[in-house]
């Protein structure tokens, strides 16, 4: 299988582009249905990823750490980041968003996210450093790579809830696996394989063989 190598900025701006149009036309009456990220239904879970989206914006607003210490794979270490308290203000911001916007509004808020973090990346340097909202120096680069997971993974959630075919994009796939099983490595199967590795099925042969790398996510 050959490789996209699709830099970070673009993996999230074309993942991000797949998922809004992929539910844009969908009824209203098919975002109440319920996800496996439980309390969220789906328009609630939509309302999250936005808010995930809108952490590049916020990070780059802030001033940038003196170096960097922390990987995108080291960001989904199991600490306070997905504690109960941690876990509830997620999903508190998720439903507080989502009771005030409709799911239409919601996908125009990701396409107007997706514009505006192409024209703030683009200029920045290839050493550019942010601060996460947990405290983490990290590349605005391997932030990037964390935006694309969340919009992936919980892409997954969002098309199994909507009973929607899957989009998942290769640049985000050759992303994900590049970052779970090391570079140029990929999978025969990459969806089945990135649904093991973030939870969303359950294959643990398939992951002992490919030698996964580990996330906790929330």
């Known amino acids: 299988m ?9 993996a999230l701006v074309i993942e991000t582009a797949a998922l809004t149009q992929a539910l844009a036309s969908l009824p209203d009456s098919a975002w ?15 309302a999250h990823v936005r808010v995930a989206v809108a952490r590049v914006p916020q990070a780059l607003a802030e001033p940038a750490p003196p170096a ?5 794979l080291a960001y989904y270490r199991p ?10 203000d997620r999903i508190v911001t998720a439903q507080a968003q989502a009771s005030d916007l409709p799911a239409p509004a919601i996908l125009a808020e990701l396409d107007d996210l997706r514009s505006a973090i192409v024209g703030m990346c683009t200029p920045e340097p290839p050493d550019r450093v942010i601060r996460t909202r947990h405290g983490d120096a990290m590349l605005l680069t391997e932030f990037l790579k964390t935006r694309v997971i969340e ?4 892409g997954f959630d969002l098309a199994d809830a909507l009973a929607q075919p899957s989009w998942l994009t290769p640049a985000a796939a050759d992303l994900l696996q590049d ?4 570079p140029s490595r990929t999978a025969p199967d990459p969806e089945r394989f990135l649904r093991a590795a973030t939870g969303r099925a359950t294959d643990p042969d398939l992951l ?6 580990p996330l906790t996510l929330g």
């Open 79 to 88: 600490d306070e980041r997905f504690s109960p308290a941690t876990n509830t």
């Open 2 to 10: 050959t490789m996209t190598a699709a830099t970070p900025l673009a």
């Open 32 to 46: 109440t249905s319920p996800t496996r990220c439980r309390p969220w239904d789906a328009r609630a879970l939509l």
């Open 208 to 213: 002992a063989r490919l030698q996964s790398r």
């Open 179 to 182: 970052l779970l099983l090391g």
């Open 151 to 154: 919009v992936a993974v919980h």
């Open 68 to 72: 960097a210490d922390v990987s995108a």
